[in-house]
T-cell receptor, first 110, second 114 residues
């Protein structure tokens, strides 16, 4: 079993839609949860960072962590064509080691 | 403020050859990690360097080795290349002890093994 499982997509939505991206994980020791965005031919960039369970909002982006279910989500409101990218969930253990999901490719159509 | 820079951006090698990839971390960062990203996959952790020593290692064979220099820059070496080593190699820098744990990635070195 992989440490982190991510819905592979691809996901295609119209501009303005609400997008939901999800990951599950198996290691209950994970305490730090992140979402990275990766544009084509670029390196990943950090979008959201959450410590432990709960919600965090930043503009049109909301990250949710449910440690009891080992499930994390990223919601994008009012999606824009510029949001088209691959979204990677990531988790960090107490030894500062990162584990990434396989990524969900999102296409927002104008 | 220069971000993470990697070189070369693209390279082609044949099976059995050796390759060296280079990385300069973001200014002020002291830790460099290397990741392998196969097409359509997420980054897989190779190893992490801090204070010129390998601190952690992922599930990669000894053909993958690295080095960190006193100026915090780093190299990734891969010996006896296999077709399966074809991937995007990402360098990420961070600051040890930083609460956010943010990794800053370079744009990667795309290696093709023929």
């Amino acid at each position: 079993q992989k440490e982190v499982e991510q819905d592979p997509g691809p996901l295609s939505v119209p501009e303005g839609a609400i997008v939901s991206l999800n990951c599950t994980y198996s290691n209950s020791a994970f305490q730090y949860f992140m979402w990275y965005r990766q544009y084509s031919r670029k390196g990943p960039e950090l979008l959201m960072y959450t410590y432990s369970s709960g919600n965090k909002e930043d503009g049109r982006f909301t990250a949710q962590v449910d440690k009891s279910s080992k499930y994390i989500s990223l919601f994008i409101r009012d999606s824009q064509p510029s949001d088209s990218a691959t979204y990677l969930c990531a988790m960090k253990d107490n030894f500062n080691k990162f584990y990434f999901g396989s990524g969900t490719k999102l296409n927002v159509k104008p | 403020d220069a971000g993470v820079t990697q070189s070369p951006t693209h390279l082609i090698k044949t099976r059995g050859q050796q390759v060296t990839l280079r990385c300069s971390p973001k200014s002020g960062h002291d830790t460099v990690s290397w990741y392998q990203q196969a097409l359509g996959q997420g980054p897989q952790f190779i190893f992490q360097y801090y204070e010129e020593e390998e601190r952690q290692r992922g599930n990669f064979p000894d053909r993958f080795s690295g080095h960190q220099f006193p100026n915090y820059s780093s190299e990734l070496n891969v010996n006896a290349l296999l077709l399966g080593d074809s991937a995007l190699y990402l360098c990420a820098s961070s600051l040890v002890g930083a609460n956010t744990g943010e990794l800053f990635f370079g744009e990667g070195s795309r290696l093709t093994v023929l």
